[in-house]
């Protein structure tokens, strides 16, 4: 199972759109978005191309495929789910994988590992699970510390990324959680 997993879309149109077209090349079993997909929030600038309106038929395309997963960011709100054709309002969600493995997927603001300012307030999960989240906008992938049998993994920020480069990842199932997932950056066209 590939899971192509992206968080921090902000209402950036060209990022949006690049996420897209790497969705087309990666050609996932399953998407993931982990939250904050149109509005910018208040303590953000605004990204490149702000045109939440644009973004909307963006995801909603993606959403046809019928293999989309989505929770609730902290900048999301009622009126984002009136204009998506996905469920996109619960704070978390879990994927299990072919081989069992759990993946908790999260945006960080209520649930999270502690790095980087996401709260540090993790789900009771069994060993060898893995913590999805957003929020940080900093790339992660490690044991949570404290708890080896946990595993960590931030894809970072598709458009506002704080550490340097856009990104979004990936999670390949039957590999030990230090390989299995990877970020991928994204490049300006």
């Known amino acids: 199972m590939k899971v192509l997993i992206a968080?921090?879309?902000h209402g950036s149109a060209y990022w949006a759109e690049r996420l897209a077209a790497a969705i087309d090349?990666?050609?996932?079993?399953?998407i993931v978005l982990l939250g904050d997909l149109l509005y910018h929030g208040p303590r953000n600038d605004l990204p490149r191309d702000y045109a939440p309106k644009r973004v909307i038929p963006i995801l909603n395309r993606l959403a046809e495929q019928g293999n989309l997963i989505a929770v609730r960011g902290n900048c999301d709100a009622e009126v984002d789910q009136m204009v998506l054709d996905f469920p996109c309002m619960a704070d978390y969600a879990?994927?299990?994988d072919e081989d069992g493995r759990a993946l908790f997927l999260t945006h960080g603001h209520v649930f999270g590992a502690g790095f980087h300012n996401s709260v540090d307030n993790l789900?009771?999960?069994?060993?060898g699970s893995a913590i999805v989240y957003g929020h940080t906008h900093v790339k992660v992938n490690e044991q949570v510390p404290g708890r080896p049998a946990?595993?960590?993994?931030?894809p970072g920020s598709v458009s506002i990324p704080k550490d340097g480069?856009?990104?979004f990842g990936i999670y390949v199932s039957g590999w030990p959680a230090d390989?299995?997932?990877?970020h991928v950056v994204l490049e300006e066209a």
């Open 150 to 154: 946990i595993w960590a993994f931030n």
């Open 25 to 30: 090349a990666e050609q996932p079993d399953r």
């Open 179 to 182: 390989e299995a997932f990877r």
């Open 94 to 96: 879990e994927l299990i």
């Open 7 to 9: 968080s921090d879309i």
């Open 165 to 167: 480069s856009h990104s």
């Open 123 to 127: 789900p009771a999960l069994a060993a």
